[in-house]
């Protein structure tokens, strides 16, 4: 988990309420990664960035939205939350755009 | 069918048992290959990561890839309590814009006394 953080770590929200998971990494790598991770899904990729402004669609994009204005910083928003977005949200990070890549701690995030 | 298949466990061993831990793949393009350890409520780790077929060692850790059959494993020596987490196997092609990893979902392995 050195160098990236994801902020909240735990959140429980209502259904249809805007939510919004910041990663925000000091390594300065140019590419980042929002995940999700679900029991027999394993992870599966929502949104990344290939450097500031620039992102696309993951597997998994619909109801989501990202936004990357600093190198540091990957915002991912959940415009109106549903209970089907319960799950746990990891952020990653990698160098190249090849290859590895390391994840940060987790947001463990329910709509109830 | 998925992309990448995983024997999801429990796989319980004894301590200093040497651990297999597999996965299949149907995407012949994938010449990336990785493996990650979870623990329990934290983020993946990377452990080993390897470019197209063969072997390659890491202290207790092993990871091996066969293109031919599309199967790629890793091996745990001398397994410690400390290994119990879950492992998961991911791959990426070459190309595009970015790493995209396509993930197992993970076998869960825990070291017994």
């Known amino acids: 988990d050195a160098g990236i953080t994801q902020s909240p770590r735990h959140k429980v929200t209502e259904t249809g309420t805007p939510v919004t998971l910041r990663c925000h990494q000091t390594?300065?790598?140019?590419?980042m990664y929002w995940y999700r991770q679900d029991p027999g899904h394993g992870l599966r990729l929502i949104h990344y960035s290939y450097g500031v402004k620039d992102t696309d669609k993951g597997e998994v994009s619909d109801g989501y939205s990202v936004s990357r204005s600093k190198t540091e910083d990957f915002l991912l928003t959940l415009e109106s939350a549903t209970s089907s977005q319960t799950s746990v949200y990891f952020c990653a990070i990698s160098v190249e755009g090849i290859g590895e890549q390391y994840f940060g701690p987790g947001t463990r995030l329910t709509v109830t | 069918q998925k992309e990448v298949e995983q024997d999801p466990g429990p796989l319980s061993v004894p301590e200093g048992a040497i651990v297999s831990l597999n996965c299949t793949y149907s995407n012949s393009a994938f010449q990336y290959f990785m493996w990650y350890r979870q623990y329990s409520r934290k983020g993946p780790e990377l452990l080993m990561y390897t470019y197209s077929s063969g072997n390659k060692e890491d202290g207790r850790f092993t990871a091996q890839v066969d293109k031919s059959s599309k199967y790629i494993s890793l091996f745990i020596r001398d397994s410690q309590p400390s290994d119990s987490a879950t492992y998961l196997c991911a791959m990426s092609v070459k190309g595009g814009t970015a790493s995209k990893l396509t993930f197992g979902t993970g076998t869960r392995l825990q070291v017994t006394l």
């Open positions: 390594e300065n790598h140019r590419y």
